[in-house]
Structures are given as C-alpha cells and as structure tokens.
C-alpha cells in the first residue's frame, strides 16, 4: 500500500495536530514494513521526519490552511501511485482522484467560528474557506477519523449519512510525559531555566478564544491563594493581539508580576513544566480532545477541566471538572491548592488514567482505516 501523509502541520513550532501527525510518522513504516509512505512536509519542519526507508518526504511550499489546499491539492504533489491520502486537519480539497482518509478534529469551524480565533475583517472568509473544506470532507472523504466520541455524536448529528465512514481513534500519550524522577532536580531546572522557583498552575494551548484563557486569568486573580503562586501560559500565537490583550488585563487586575507567558519552549522544557506544576488548566469552551490534560496526567500532575464532554471523555472521571464559570475555577484552584489529598487523589487517577490511551494502537487503527479506504476505492 503507497500512503501519502499530509505532513505540513508538523513543523518549527508545537501543536495538537502536530504532535498528533508526528506520532503517526514515528509508528506506520514500523507498523506497515510492506508499505511506503510519501510525506508533504512543511518547508520549516524539522527534517528529516522520519530517517525509515519506506518513508519520502516532498516540500510543500503552499501553506496547509491555504487556498492551494482547498481549489488544487492534486497539485501539491505526485498523487499518480498512490493509493490512499490522509489529510489530517479537518480540511478536504476539491477535485482529488485518490481514495481519502480526513480526520476531523472538530466542528468549531461550522458550529462556533468565533471561537476559533478572535473576530476581524477576515473571519467571514475564514469562515468560508473552512466550511467549504470540512462538509466536504464529511460529505466526500472515503473514510473520516475523528478523535473522540464527543467529535463523533457532532459529526452524526450534522452529516447522518457519514456514519458508515466514521471511525473513532483516540489519541495517545508519549512515553516521555511521565511522573519525575525527583521533583526537587526538575525545580532546580525550572529556576535555572525558565525563573520559575514559585508554585503555579500552568494552562498549555494555543492562544485563541476557544482555549479561555481570560477566564482562567480572572479566575486565578480572584483565587484565594497564596501569593506565592504563579500563572504560567504557554502559548501559540502569543505575540497576537489577543495575547497583549491577556497582558494588559492582568494589569488591570493586579496580578502582572504573578503571570508568566511563554511564547515558545523546548520539549524538554514543556515536560518539566507539566511535571512541576501544581495543576494543569485546561479551562476550554471547545474541544475535539484536548491532548495535554492527558500529557499532564501522564506527569502524575492534577488536571482543572472545564466540563464539556470531550474533556469528561478524555479523563474518564480523573479530573476535577468545573463549570464554566469564572467563580467556579478559582473555587477549584483554591482547592487544588490546600488540599494534599485531593492532590494526590488526582494525580494518582490521572496517572492511571493516561496509561488506557497508547499512539500504538492509535496508528495501528489508522493503518486499518488506510487499508479500508484503499479497498473502497474513490467511491465518493
């Protein structure tokens, strides 16, 4: 079987879907030996992606989220011997003649655009490019992966007819987010690198509305605690307006000398904040995943969630979830805070929780899904 794997989200800079194709790329030549796979790669990614034989990796100059995707991918690259494409990022373009595989992450594009990044001149046409490229990857797509049951029930509630081509496949946690070795060493790298020698709740996620960070930073000032303790944002697109717009508001608030925003960090440096933290928050209105509350439960750290369904599915009951109500987190960090108990209880359920989820059989469900598309044919 000749895969082609739309690789340009892995590239310079983190991201769910990044770390998501990431994992694929390490797994499916080891997986599928009798395979060959034909990487579009980003032109700043870190090359190569992958060092397997079976593996050939083509720039793609164009950018994924552009209109080159969406009007002309058969010319993105040699599509002639392939047998099945995976567009990984929700988006289907027109016109192709190979068998696909989508995964759509989320429906946030059709059902609430204005959580997707903050409202401008450009979002209606945003939002035109993106409904144009995710209904017809639910209506033509030869086989779509989704990433919870909670994207699932929103796909089938919109588009019925794709439930014959609907698969569900979660994510997986990578080995390397585990509990420390000693917590004391990772401290001391906090401070030697980062400056961090405070406690502090830590919130990991991309910069937009959809992530809630203003919340978390109103609920964090109200919070009843410490005055030792620290926010730390580790944020995409934190040079945006959005994110001056969170520094200008912890001003007003009185707690700018408390926060700390991270716009970019190693990997090493990300495992260590997960380990150290008090909590991770993940405060989001919308979600298909949210992959680091498994990352941080893997760490034995405690996750605050909001409680919306995907982020319920995902912790199975090992995070302490909260409404979505400013009052409502800072009540919940405060308990996080003083409570050594319900610490441990959650880091201990979150731990044990991580270890259902394995990128192992998540690229092994994928291959299937790749060999049912390819028997299908073009079919849609």
């Not at 919130?203 to 809630?212: C, F, L």
Request: a positive charge; hydrophobic letters at 45%.
């Amino acid at each position: 079987m000749r895969v082609c794997l739309d690789s340009r989200y892995v590239r310079e800079r983190p991201s769910g879907i990044g770390a998501y194709v990431g994992a694929l790329i390490e797994r499916l030549p080891r997986l599928a030996p009798d395979s060959t796979f034909e990487l579009w790669v980003h032109p700043r990614a870190p090359r190569p992606l992958s060092s397997e034989p079976t593996v050939t990796e083509t720039v793609v100059r164009a950018p994924a989220n552009g209109l080159g995707t969406l009007l002309r991918p058969s010319r993105l690259g040699d599509l002639k011997d392939i047998d099945v494409l995976h567009a990984p990022f929700n988006l289907l373009g027109r016109g192709l003649q190979v068998p696909t595989v989508v995964t759509i992450h989320d429906l946030m594009w059709l059902d609430r655009p204005t959580l997707c990044e903050a409202v401008s001149p450009l979002l209606p046409a945003k939002v035109l490019f993106y409904r144009d490229g995710i209904l017809r990857a639910l209506t033509r797509a030869t086989r779509i992966v989704t990433i919870s049951s909670a994207s699932a029930d929103a796909i089938l509630a919109r588009a019925p007819r794709a439930a014959p081509r609907l698969r569900v496949i979660p994510h997986g946690v990578d080995a390397r987010f585990r509990p420390p070795a000693e917590r004391a060493a990772v401290e001391r790298r906090l401070d030697e690198r980062l400056g961090i020698v405070d406690p502090y709740f830590l919130v990991v996620g991309q910069n937009t509305p959809s992530k809630n960070h203003a919340a978390v930073l109103h609920a964090f000032a109200r919070a009843r605690l410490p005055k030792n303790y620290r926010l730390v944002l580790l944020q995409r697109l934190y040079k945006s307006r959005w994110g001056r717009g969170l520094e200008a508001e912890a001003r007003r608030l009185g707690i700018r000398h408390r926060l700390l925003s991270l716009p970019a960090v190693t990997d090493s440096e990300l495992l260590e904040l997960l380990q150290g933290a008090t909590a991770l928050v993940q405060f989001s209105r919308f979600e298909g995943f949210g992959l680091p509350v498994l990352e941080a439960a893997a760490c034995g750290t405690p996750v605050v969630a909001s409680d919306i369904a995907p982020l319920r599915e995902v912790m199975g009951g090992a995070a302490l979830h909260v409404p979505l109500r400013a009052e409502a987190l800072s009540r919940a960090l405060e308990r996080i805070a003083h409570d050594a108990t319900l610490w441990r209880e959650l880091s201990h359920a979150g731990l044990e929780r991580s270890r259902e989820f394995s990128w192992h059989r998540s690229a092994t469900a994928h291959l299937e899904v790749y060999r049912d598309a390819a028997r299908a044919g073009r079919g849609w």
